[in-house]
């Protein structure tokens, strides 16, 4: 008697543990909280900066890792004396109605309370349609 025929095989089709959709959702959420991170520091004068490791190489030739630290840009800026805050998914910005990329608030402190709505909406789904839309826009 062989090996394998102790064995108890089977065939299987690996299925995606989550749908595309909730994969989406949760990759936005977790920009919103990094902006979120971004505007604590920019309230306190501060910059927010990430630490990220690189693989590159050195003079004797071998792949070293180096860490680098990397800000990260803020999706506010500083226009018609207040901010505008735009909501992205990834390098793209989202139409959060459709035609308006952009909130306007008059407070840096607002802005806060602008990306916490953009996360409270993102994880009831109400922009799933800007962000399909978005990524057909790249797919062009």
């Not at 690996?14 to 959420?29: G, Q, S, Y």
């Not at 800000?71 to 992205?88: I, K, L, N, P, S």
């Not at 989202?94 to 840096?108: H, M, P, R, T």
Request: charged share 30%; proline share 1%.
């Amino acid at each position: 008697m062989s090996v394998l025929a102790k064995l108890n095989l089977k065939t299987v089709q690996r299925t995606v543990a989550k749908d595309p959709i909730t994969l989406r959702r949760e990759k936005l959420v977790a920009g919103i909280e990094e902006q979120q991170r971004v505007v604590e520091a920019a309230m306190r004068g501060e910059s927010y900066k990430v630490h990220t490791n690189k693989k590159v190489r050195n003079e004797a030739g071998e792949r070293v890792v180096v860490g680098k630290e990397r800000t990260v840009r803020a999706w506010y800026f500083e226009q018609d004396r207040g901010y505008y805050v735009q909501c992205r998914y990834g390098a793209r910005i989202l139409y959060l109605n459709g035609k308006n990329n952009a909130v306007w608030v008059e407070a840096l402190k607002d802005v806060a309370e602008v990306l916490a709505a953009f996360k409270t909406a993102a994880l009831a789904g109400e922009l799933d349609k800007a962000v399909a839309m978005a990524m057909a826009r790249a797919n062009r």
